[in-house]
């Protein structure tokens, strides 16, 4: 399974992802500039956080139109899987690939911190290996995680199952006080109605090593090489 | 060429946390009657139209594309004809 790890100007967890997919995983990885036009050589393409372009306007939204952005679209609608983490993420919803938009956090200040947050979806590629209530522990880093979305819209990625993580205390309870950005329903990741696109505000990343951060994000990438191993069998 | 002169805010109803936050101060200094303060963006744009509406235009079209999230956000803005 080969990933391509996007990198912008301003990417800055682009070496962890990379370590993620290529050390942890041992799978072929490359890095892929912003100006790339084609993606058709990769079976996942990775959004890493960062401060894309500054962050200038709105965090994601200039790099959003980067020329590789449109080729993101394209593998997207192939059905290739997309994982956008924190800055990726926002930068998928800026481009309209995933519901929604990043507010500041409620308390406006960056808030860097290991979080618990819980499986809500494990039926995703990204998540299959987990088990639904399943409490994960997981680094943030980011002043816009604040997540929002419509009402009409929240109920219709509630009823598809697109809520993939939910901010919770270390037992899994969802509760305000669990919240670190004021994110509507205590919202951490979402995946796209194909099930093929997904973001998240913690760093799964930066969560695969015991001896910094934990162990708990690598969750994501085996469930990720594990699904595409089954397609491929 | 026409001056444009755009405001972005978040919308009504969503919650502005720098505007709250602007807002408790100035209670705190003793302004009371604030009751409301709207934090947002303001952005100057020169543009080498000869129309206004053309102007109007282009402003409707950058703010849909770029200028504001229309998922959160909302805009107005005024032209001034340069000489």
Known sequence: ?233 | MFKASICVTLRQGILDPAGQAVKSGLHSQGFGAVEQVRMGKFMELILNTHSENEASDLVRAMCAQLLANPVMEEYTFTLETLV
């Not at chain 1, 494990?122 to 680094?139: D, Y």
Request: one cysteine or more; glycine letters at 10%.
């Open chain 1, 1 to 233: 399974m080969k990933f391509g790890i996007v990198v912008f100007p301003g990417s800055n967890c682009d070496v962890d992802c990379y370590h993620a997919a290529k050390v942890i995983l041992g799978q072929p990885t490359e890095y892929v500039w912003h100006q790339a036009r084609d993606l058709s050589a990769y079976d996942c393409i990775v959004l890493p956080g960062g401060f894309s372009y500054g962050d200038y306007l709105r965090a994601g939204a200039i790099a959003r139109f980067s020329p590789v952005m449109e080729a993101v679209a394209t593998e997207a609608a192939r059905g290739k899987l997309v994982l956008g983490i924190c800055n990726g993420f926002q930068i998928l919803l800026e481009a309209g690939l995933l519901p929604g938009a990043m507010r500041r956090n409620d308390h406006l200040q960056f808030r860097c911190e290991v979080r618990h947050v819980r499986l809500e979806n494990s039926r995703t590629p990204f998540t299959h290996l987990g088990r639904a209530g399943e409490v994960l522990a997981l680094p943030i880093a980011h002043a816009e995680g604040n997540y929002y979305i419509g009402s009409q819209e929240l109920e219709e990625i509630a009823r598809h199952s697109q809520i993939v993580w939910r901010y919770c205390d270390t037992q899994g309870n969802v509760t305000p006080a669990a919240n670190p950005n004021g994110s509507l329903e205590n919202i951490a990741g979402i995946i796209n109605k194909r099930g093929n696109v997904l973001g998240l505000m913690p760093h799964p990343e930066r969560a695969v090593e015991a001896l910094t951060g934990g162990t708990d994000g690598k969750l994501v990438w085996t469930s990720i090489l594990k699904w595409w191993e089954v397609q491929h069998a």
